[in-house]
């Protein structure tokens, strides 16, 4: 296929770019009526679990650090959501933003004495929160229902309004997927924004050149915690959207394990952009649900009754060759063959001649010169992730 | 030291800064010891002594393996200025070699725990080659990603081929689990003094190998200056390997002796992993002996916290551990051994 150059804001890229957002959509949209009543929940944890990668974007991709102990912070999430709705009757929707804000607290408790000094503390640290959670849940027995695990009477009820179809749309299922895909979007969209406020451009200004931006007054301790905290406040979102796809938490299921593979899912689908985590949740889901499954189905190790954990192997083989081979992961991939199709021109932006000309006067001949110069300022960037 | 009793005159020389070291480490240990003390105190009138000195001892004896735990995890930041997340993975998975030796191919337990530190060695040389060598050494992310990939390809392929039901695994001693010293009531057992015997040998035989040998010397000039140490000639990939065996050896060791106690079971070294992390924190990262020290100190305090104050209770021994992470970070971020490094920006 022939190179297509676009020009950076043209109608023409907004119409592609848009276009690709609502296919994309569609398909979102469409998926629980195509696929089988079953499978919907695996799509509902996938959109959860990529709400809980887009939380490891955001540190690790405007830090540079990198967190091992997200399961905690989903577990904090999960078992904040069931605690007030089966204890103390809150409606489901509304212990969302009460996890964000207890996992946003438990970040800074987490965040402010590893991210004041630089290196791997903060991996240290959020590897002993993995280690620790699941007891930290036994302990809080009595609030948390221990070993026994915590359990909703019922699901997040389906409004009248809502198509009850066992057959093309499974009720119950599909009402709480396009609730979690709309939580989903709201979060991306959100996160999306916040990067281009003053708090994104700093946090980018620590990224790319953090001596200048120390120069320019930006607060690296206090950007860096919160960036933490906002991650942390993310991934409980996430936790929340996962009790409400299954209403029941138990202690174990947020072990160390499911943080080495939300980190994968990080890798895996790249860091640069918060889109990553899109191919990530679904790299994630194939580790965790379907290559397990069709492991055990197809009996490939036949007569190991461990033979799931081959995907162990696999997870470990992956992550070693996407820190070899992709370090920026799918996205990366996905973008550079994007650059094979289209070329995305900068332009300078609005008004940049008249400013040029107005406030460097230049002498005669330099005209030609300057006019090159310009040109080559037009080279093509990659498009950029965001 | 006691020969420098005042501050020198020069407040940047050497001697200065030496001066400085040992004061810090004098206060830190004091306030410590300060602490440790109040906490006896009350223990003692709490409990009586007998058990006060049981919890004692117990926390020394799982002290002990803490601190050999760390002194793995020290090896490998000292080289590389990484830490290891696959250490426990690795450990387990040495512990399992000593097993098989001892229960499919009868080997008596010391040799087995021999053949098992020696073969978890060449692997940890071989996964440093094949895996840490290419990347650059300050692309401390990718390095990291490495070793979690290493932990959990491990951890799967421990559980594939000897499954995930716990086993018992032979005390040093054969009858290790029932002689002991009776000191006012408390069992000092014979197991645990071998056993802190066994890891003190092989800490001098660490700190000797690092002072005395030409090996050590160039790994001290790695870990202070890779650019340096290249400029000198010295082989850097060479001994980064080294301190990967090392460290793989010191880990299986720590590992094998736990086991008796804990039964030899898939991620059985994850929780001493978090407990020796703690030990490393409080020991400065970069310091051998303080590691191993922290590592009782670690113990002592996990046992006597869980027994005597009420909020951690018997099953929470990981809070403590994970609380002692984050105080020591906030307070003294470079433990009580370690090099404090002034960070830039």
Redesign the interface.
């Known amino acids: 296929m022939k190179q297509r150059t676009l020009i950076e804001g043209s109608l023409q890229l907004r119409a592609t770019r848009l276009g690709a957002l609502a296919v994309g959509l569609a398909i979102l949209i469409l998926l629980p009526i195509i696929v089988a009543g079953s499978q919907i929940n695996v799509l509902s944890q996938m959109i959860a679990y990529a709400v809980a990668i887009l939380g490891l974007v955001l540190l690790t991709g405007y830090t540079g650090q990198i967190s091992i102990g997200h399961s905690a912070f989903v577990g904090i999430g999960a078992y904040t959501t069931l605690i007030l709705v089966a204890n103390h009757g809150w409606s489901w929707l509304v212990t969302l933003p009460a996890s964000f804000v207890v996992c946003l607290i438990a970040g800074v408790v987490v965040g402010v004495p590893a991210l004041r000094i630089s290196g791997l503390y903060l991996a240290t640290v959020t590897l002993a929160l993995a280690v620790m959670f699941p007891s930290l849940v036994d302990r809080l027995g009595s609030l948390t229902g221990g070993t026994a695990g915590l359990f909703a009477s019922s699901a997040m009820p389906v409004p009248s309004w809502f198509p009850e179809n066992s057959t093309t749309l499974n009720g119950q299922a599909a009402f709480h997927y396009y609730v979690i895909l709309g939580v989903a979007i709201i979060v991306f969209a959100l996160v999306r924004n916040l990067m281009r406020t003053r708090v994104g451009r700093a946090l980018i200004a620590l990224r790319d050149t953090p001596y200048a931006a120390t120069a320019s007054g930006i607060k690296v301790a206090h950007y860096k915690v919160a960036a933490f905290a906002l991650s942390a406040g993310v991934a409980g979102i996430a936790g929340s959207l996962l009790a409400i796809v299954l209403p029941n938490v138990f202690d174990t299921q947020f072990d160390l394990l499911l943080s080495i593979y939300l980190v994968i899912g990080l890798v895996a689908g790249g860091r640069a952009s918060i889109y990553g985590a899109i191919p990530g949740a679904i790299v994630f889901i194939a580790l965790n649900n379907w290559i397990p499954n069709g492991v055990v189905s197809l009996n490939l190790l036949s007569g190991n009754a461990n033979g799931g954990q081959s995907v162990g192997i696999i997870s470990g083989a992956l992550l070693v060759a996407f820190a070899f081979l992709l370090p920026g992961g799918a996205i990366e991939g996905l973008t550079r063959l994007g650059g094979r199709f289209f070329r995305i021109r900068q332009t300078p932006p609005r008004g940049w001649e008249a400013h040029k000309r107005h406030t460097e006067p230049m002498a005669d001949g330099e005209s030609d010169q300057v006019s090159a110069v310009g040109e080559r300022a037009e080279v093509s960037t990659q498009r950029e992730g965001h | 030291m006691a020969s420098i009793a005042t501050p020198p005159q020069d407040p940047t020389g050497p001697m200065a800064e030496a001066w400085w070291r040992e004061h810090s480490l004098a206060t830190n240990l004091g306030v410590i010891g300060a602490l440790l003390g109040a906490l006896s105190i009350y223990a003692i009138t709490d409990g009586g002594f007998g058990l006060y000195l049981q919890r004692v001892f117990d926390g020394f004896s799982s002290g002990v393996l803490y601190g050999a735990t760390a002194l793995a995890l020290v090896l490998v930041f000292k080289a590389t ?3 290891n ?1 696959g250490q426990g993975a690795m450990a387990t998975f040495g512990a399992y070699l000593a097993y098989t030796c001892v229960n499919n191919l009868g080997f008596p337990i010391v040799p087995a725990i021999l053949v098992a530190m020696v073969a978890s060695a060449v692997m940890a040389g071989g996964i440093e080659r094949a ?1 840490v060598r ?2 650059d050494p300050n692309n ?3 390095i ?3 070793t ?10 421990t ?2 081929i000897w ?2 039901n716990p086993h018992g695994f032979p005390n040093l001693i054969s009858d290790g689990s029932t002689s002991y010293i009776g000191i006012a009531g408390a069992r000092l057992y014979y197991e645990d003094i071998l056993e802190a015997v066994v890891v003190a040998v092989f800490v001098l035989a660490i700190v000797l190998l690092l002072s005395r040998t030409r090996l050590g010397l160039a790994m001290r000039c790695v870990a202070s200056s890779v650019e340096s140490a290249r400029l000198l000639g010295i082989n850097v990939g060479r001994s980064v390997q080294v301190s990967w065996a090392l460290a793989a050896a010191a880990g299986t060791l720590a590992a094998c002796l736990s086991a008796p106690s804990t039964f030899i079971q898939p991620g059985f070294m ?2 001493v ?2 407990y020796a ?2 030990a490393a ?1 409080l020991g400065g990262l970069d310091s051998i002996v303080g590691s191993v020290f922290a590592g009782v100190l670690v113990g002592i305090a996990t046992s006597l916290l869980t027994a005597y104050v009420p909020a ?2 018997a ?5 403590v ?2 609380l002692l ?3 020591v ?2 307070i003294k ?1 470079a433990g009580l051994f370690g090099r404090h490094v002034m ?1 830039r ?1």
């Open positions: 200025k990484v830490i997340f895996l290419p990347f401390h992310l990718a990291l990603l490495v979690l990939g290493v932990y959990i390809a491990l951890s799967a392929l559980i594939l499954g995930s994850d929780n992993l978090l992390f703690a924190t951690f209770g099953e929470f021994g990981s809070g551990a994970f992470i984050v105080i970070l906030q971020p960070e920006v």
